[in-house]
């Protein structure tokens, strides 16, 4: 019986794909070259995701800059459809999200992660961040959970005409190596209703712009040490 080939971790590959779904802010605009050096040195995904990618990159780096801020808000901030809020997509404004919420924040603490403040913990990006940290188990285990919302999110991008699904379909990609089915997709809780400027979420700024994308922390924070009963040594 021929031995099972392993998965790759795919370590920078999710860090970049968090990164590409970050707001496209200057620092983001800066890292580019970077971000696409680590997803063809890794090959972790296909020739396919991989140009797919390449032209995300492209497109954003030739749109200037306030129409590109301008189309992240439109596509992830201006209904549920495309939100990358995972749980969004499962609880909407229910009250099981809140315990939800607390029960992902629990498995960043015990993996050692501290969330940057102001950011939610079912937000795509953090969650790839983590998985990015974590072992195969893990990884298989969490992408079992939310393939099914990251398709629904990644159709839902593909039929605006939108580039950024290329980021959902290497997400997919990634959970189909550890041998996923997602061929489920989950269906808004709710009709989708137009969110107003003053209830739309504040994208996260918690990136260092100095980097490598292998190495950079995009949701989390060091965590700050305990002080000793004994006082400082």
Known sequence: M????????????MRVLARLLAYPDSALRAQFGVLREALHAEQALSQLRLAELDALLDTLAR????????????????GRSTSLHLFEHVHGDSRDRGPAMVDLLQIYEKAGLE???????DYLPAVLEYLSCSSLSEVRSV???????VRKVGEALAQRGSSYAAVLAAVLSIGQLHGLDWSKAVE???????????????????????????????????RKPTASPDGPR
Do not use: Q
């Open 188 to 222: 808004p809780p709710s009709p989708e209703p137009p969110i107003d400027d003053e209830w739309a979420d504040a994208p996260a700024f918690a990136t260092p712009t100095t980097e490598a994308a292998e190495t950079a922390v995009m949701h989390f924070v060091p």
């Open 63 to 78: 749109t200037a800059a306030l129409d590109a801020e301008a189309e992240y808000v439109a596509l992830f901030d201006r």
């Open 2 to 13: 021929p031995l099972r080939k392993m998965p790759k971790p795919a370590t920078r590959t």
């Open 115 to 121: 969330l940057s403040p102001h950011e939610l913990p």
């Open 143 to 149: 992408l079992e959970d939310c393939s099914h919302i």
